[in-house]
T-cell receptor
């Protein structure tokens, strides 16, 4: 079956540091890939997505590129802020996020001033 | 963006009792709602998918008689954990989807069964 594996956290960074959260997936065919973010006390929010190979999703300074050859969708940001502290989930779906989502285990990010 | 609420945000109950959790889409009509369960330090596991006015579709391994899901209107779905036991203690999250074809998530409900 489908599965998503994220790097284990927690990740602790200083403000303005570079961020990479690794995500790899196992799925047949061509799933859509997503990153969700969960801020303290709030529900998951869609951060970015990519629906086909070599697509790059981007939002709020975050980027992730759909790499079919390595089955990866790593999340990157060049300069993190304290407000980026949250839990990040990588996920895949057979269709758009309208359909069934398979999530990774989540990575806690804490950014210190 | 669209808002999804859950009530209660946390609940403690005695073993053997039933607990109902509500999921509401506040500013859009949700034709489909999803219920997830999240264990500590683990990913969200889809429990069931419900479409308004029809029976829920449960994922393999999820007991439909224990986790009753009702989606009677376009803005409300409920999850009832029947005869709850300590192993049912978990974080339950709902999401809702409507015409925008994106899932919007509620903040979750922490259930503790004593």
């Amino acid at each position: 079956g489908d599965s998503v594996t994220q790097m284990e956290g927690p990740v602790t960074l200083s403000e303005e540091a570079c961020l990479t959260i690794n995500c790899t997936y196992t799925a047949t065919g061509y799933p859509s890939l997503f990153w969700y973010v969960q801020y303290p006390g709030e529900g998951l929010q869609l951060l970015l997505k990519a629906t086909k190979a070599d697509d790059k999703g981007s939002n709020k300074g975050f980027e992730a590129t759909y790499r079919k050859e390595t089955t990866s969708f790593h999340l990157e940001k060049g300069s993190v802020q304290v407000s980026d502290s949250a839990v990040y989930f990588c996920a895949l779906s057979r269709g758009t996020s309208y359909g069934k989502l398979t999530f990774g285990q989540g990575t806690i990010l804490t950014v210190h001033p | 963006g669209a808002v999804v609420s859950q009530h209660p945000s946390w609940v403690i109950c005695k073993s053997g009792t039933s607990v109902k959790i509500e999921c509401r889409s506040l500013d859009f009509q949700a034709t489909t709602m999803f219920w997830y369960r999240q264990f500590p330090k683990q990913s969200l596991m889809l429990m069931a998918t419900s479409n308004e006015g029809s029976k829920a579709t449960y994922e393999q391994g999820v007991e439909k008689d224990k986790f009753l899901i009702n989606h009677a209107s376009l803005t409300l779905s409920t999850l009832t954990v029947t005869s709850a036991h300590p192993e049912d203690s978990s974080f339950y999250i709902c999401s809702a989807s409507g015409g925008r074809r994106e899932q919007f998530f509620g903040p979750g409900t922490r259930l503790t069964v004593l």
